[in-house]
């Protein structure tokens, strides 16, 4: 009995001891938490481009480039005539950049309230192509007159449909054309489509003998199949194509970043190697 209660606070001092180890130890454990520093990685944004269909194979091409320099910014295109890309964005469409190749549908998006503000990244001119079989027998701008000659043109709606009639009422004001000339070319007239690559779609099929198209729709793919005749210059439109970040886009500061790369050296370079014309060149 007296060993056993000699025992006893020996047995009460070890245990004392232990539950002592086993409370510093749990500081320890827990500031080793709290102090390693995370391994994730920060979310990748997605940006939503609404774009012109005219820019399909620029913006392509500046996708990738981007995603090189940005790899955290994933961009997702809809590409569209800038009228129905308006009315998307005016409808509610999550957008956070729009692209339009021409100033009032940029405009109409302003005056919904859905952009605050734009500005100019690229210009663009129109050609006319005939199909390589050339089934009208088009040789020149002339011949477009010339009855029974099937022309297929953007709608008056959309941007490169408006910029084509323009170009008419400039022929028909011209003296080596004259009023005559841009009734015939009218009246031949057999489809006006919805966006610009639709027009390059119907020319290429043989179902039109002549479209007007931009420019930088003549893609290497395309001129396999078209051959184009050159407008004047004096008689040509030059597109001015403007740019916005959406009033509602969720990652405007992205947005931004995206147009600061259209407007830089190396987003010129891509624009004009898909002949379309610098914005600050004469």
Known sequence: MKFAGRLFPLVLIILLLLLAACGES?????????????????SAVSLNVFAASSLTESFNAIKTAYHTSHPDVSITYNFNG???????IANGAEADVFASADQINMQ????????TQ??????NKLVVIIPNSNPGHITSLKDLAKAGTKIVLGAPAVPVGKYSLQVLDKLGKSSAYGVAYEKSVRANIVSQEENVKAVVQKVQLGEADAGIVYLTDVTSAASTK????????QDNVIAQYPVAVTKN?????????????????????ILTKYHFIAINSI
């Open 249 to 269: 886009s969720a990652h405007a500061q992205t947005a931004h970043a995206f147009i600061t790369y259209l407007l830089s050296a190396d987003g010129q370079a």
């Open 108 to 115: 109409k998006a302003i005056d919904a309230g859905v952009v």
């Open 118 to 123: 734009s500005q100019n990244f690229a210009r």
């Open 82 to 88: 800038s009228q129905a890309l308006e009315q998307q």
């Open 26 to 42: 749990s500081p320890t454990a827990t500031s080793s938490t709290t102090t390693t520093p995370s391994t994730s990685s920060s």
């Open 226 to 233: 078209v051959e184009t005749l050159t407008i004047p210059d």
